[in-house]
């Protein structure tokens, strides 16, 4: 919503019949500094949700790092397993050596 010069110059034309040049200044002072109040406690709340937004996104991060820390002992474990398996399949089996029966 832009306001231009002609709004602005009808208000103040109006301001200043309806309030009178007496009590224009001390109510314009008054009208500032609410819109000052209005505009920091604004900024403060976006300030706060920004904040939190991304103290969600932190602890996703932190969750997902977590899980994939997780998943990749497993992972870890069976590579180790497999590369020892193919360690034993790749070993030559030496003929001459007796078998044992029982």
Known sequence: MDIGIQEILLISVLALIVLGPERLPSTVKTIALW??????????????IEREINA?????????????HELGEPIEQ?????N???????TPVD????????
Do not use: C, M, V, Y
């Open 35 to 48: 819109l000052g109040k209005i505009k920091r406690s604004f900024n403060s709340i976006k300030a706060d």
């Open 56 to 68: 969600d996104e932190i602890r996703e991060q932190i969750h997902n790092e977590n899980i994939l």
């Open 78 to 82: 069976l590579k180790q397993t497999a």
């Open 84 to 90: 020892e398996f193919e360690k034993s399949i790749n």
């Open 95 to 102: 003929d001459n050596q007796p078998s044992e029966k029982h």
